[in-house]
């Protein structure tokens, strides 16, 4: 619920997902399938921007952007190896005005 912000960086956020996607039902079919964290999360904010962050290795999703309106995402670089079970690299979901440029998204 936050208006006109700005969140910049600059090293790396690791969500060592690795230990998460092990236990995945998507890796391991005896698991049950179950939410896993997010490494960064936007809900009800608006105008606001990200940029220059680097994420890699996120548990489940590396950005969400839920139910937020204007805002601007660039110059991010998201990265999850292949085998990763679903590891959205930004998910928006129930927003409006979103403009994600000038960002490396491999997951």
Known sequence: NLDSFTVEGGGIINGNGQKW???SCKIDKTQPCKGAPTALTFNDCKNFMVSNLNLKNA????VRIQR???VQVKNLQVIAPGNSPNTDGIHVTGSQNILISDSVIRT
Request: hydrophobic fraction near 20%; include cysteine.
């Open 59 to 62: 548990q489940q999703m590396h």
């Open 68 to 70: 937020c309106k204007n």
């Open 21 to 23: 996607w092990k236990k």
